[in-house]
């Protein structure tokens, strides 16, 4: 099967808002197009979201939809991008938690890199899952009953989690992988067992 029709009629929600790492939304988003995704940006505010260049301020990005617009059913995987200031502000979002979690519940593909994972703590879908994320934030993962690994890449029943820019080559290889296979039971089970 070509590259570009690996995830042809799939549809993913990248969740972001500003401050994401901007490499952490701008190359999954390019590699998911590539292997003939539809993705689309999904925001706490309408326009455009501003991304975190390493250092500074880098890039706009323009917002598909608002998360109160948005329902998971309509999409067949979630991807959360890191950057410290974005998954700080959406984690404190109930919209976003309530999205996240019916990800889980259908037992559909999510993506999380850096402190992206920060969401899924919040909404109380981190407990006995394997994860990476960035170092920084292993006490919070663990904290909240998750077996946090020092891995470029790791797949837990369609959860793919990576610690930082560098791991993206990886990361998007496994999502791309993941969304591919579909529904994963495990991940239903993980929530509800």
Not at 20 to 27: A, D, G, P
Not at 56 to 76: F, L, M, P, R
Not at 98 to 124: E, N, Q, R, S, Y
Request: glycine share 10%; hydrophobic share 40%.
């Amino acid at each position: 099967m070509a590259q570009q029709d690996k995830l042809k009629n799939k549809r993913v929600a990248i969740l972001a808002t500003d401050g994401f790492e901007q490499s952490e939304l701008l190359e999954p988003r390019k590699a998911l197009d590539e292997a003939g995704a539809k993705t689309e940006i999904i925001s706490i505010k309408a326009g455009k979201i501003k991304g975190w260049d390493k250092k500074d301020w880098g890039q706009e990005v323009a917002v598909d939809k608002t998360i109160d617009s948005v329902h998971a059913e309509d999409y067949d995987a979630l991807v959360l991008p890191g950057g410290v200031m974005n998954p700080d502000k959406l984690r404190r979002n109930p919209d976003v938690l309530k999205f996240v979690v019916a990800f889980f519940d259908a037992g559909k593909p999510v993506g999380a890199i850096c402190h992206g994972p920060w969401t899924l703590i919040d909404a109380g879908v981190a407990r006995g899952r394997k994860v990476t994320s960035y170092e920084s934030i292993q006490s919070d993962l663990k904290n909240a009953g998750a077996f946090w690994v020092d891995e470029e890449v790791v797949v837990d029943q369609g959860l793919v989690t990576s610690r930082k820019p560098a791991d993206l080559p990886a990361f998007n290889k496994k999502l791309i992988e993941e969304i591919g296979e579909g529904i994963h039971q495990g991940q239903r089970e993980k929530v509800h067992g």
